[in-house]
């Protein structure tokens, strides 16, 4: 049999997600290459099977130097099966390199399916789910990720997004700012675990809610931006009258419009003045 790279999904939350597959291919596994060696070690406790391979590290912060190491193992033979700490290698988390050398290598590359925080976040986000894509971690910087989001701010689909607790309001108020305070979306915060929670609303209630501080692994689903028509300018004008009825500066109104219609803010601001 030649030698085989395979992916393995570990539970998101709960050991008993993980399957009788699984647990079979980490107790026979020669190399076994994980993300976190002691997370490992836990869930082959929780599962109860004995590691009796070779267990390496493999995170972000070695992944480039250990591809090598276990692209030399594959090409001599022996075969690999990689995991992260939760959910499938590769997807936001190591593996990418070395799925890409093994291919390239013309190395099997086969995968263990299991538990998705994507698309459990999907599933019960009560979201459209026709039409989905992920786009991972929003970047830190703020410039960055105002950026990002106004790239996104007429995607036709659903949007999944991981996120880091500390940084869960930021971002949502930065996808209010982008996307508009009503957009409707969900935060998702520890699935399958103790204290699963799932939040829905518009954007600036779950900004507000967020700004009191979340725990745990959170997962973001926004809803896809909607088709708009062109609009007259005595729309335009109406639009902007009710934000500033609702205290909004003028100024932050006619962005606000211009941003979430695509009409220029010159004409906005135009066809305000004239009226």
Known sequence: ???????????????????PRLAAALANATVVAAEDTRRLRRLADDLGIVLSGRVVSYFEGNEARRTD??????????????VTDAGMPSVSDPGYRLVAAAVAADVPVTVIPGPS?????????????????FEGFAPRRAGERARRFAELADE??????????????????????????????????????????????????????AAGGVRGEVTLVVS?????????????????????????????????????TGARRRRVYGAVHRE
């Open 1 to 19: 049999m030649p030698a085989i790279l395979t992916l393995a999904a570990t539970p998101i939350g709960r050991a008993d997600d993980a399957s």
């Open 69 to 82: 190491e276990l692209m030399a193992l594959l090409t001599g033979g022996e075969s690999v099966l990689l």
């Open 117 to 133: 925080a994507v698309l459990a976040a999907l599933a019960i986000s009560g979201l459209p789910v026709d039409r989905f894509c």
């Open 156 to 209: 036709p689909r659903t949007m999944v997004f991981f996120e880091s607790p500390h940084r869960t309001a930021a971002t949502l108020e930065a996808m209010a700012e982008a996307f508009g305070v009503d957009r409707a979306a969900a935060v998702c915060r520890e699935l399958t675990k103790t204290y699963e929670e799932v939040r829905r609303g518009r954007l600036a209630e779950l900004a507000a809610w």
């Open 224 to 260: 896809a931006a909607q088709p708009r028509g062109e609009l007259d300018d005595e729309a335009l004008v109406a639009l902007v009258a009710t934000r500033e009825a609702a205290g909004e500066s003028r100024r932050d109104a006619v962005a606000a419009v211009a941003r979430e």
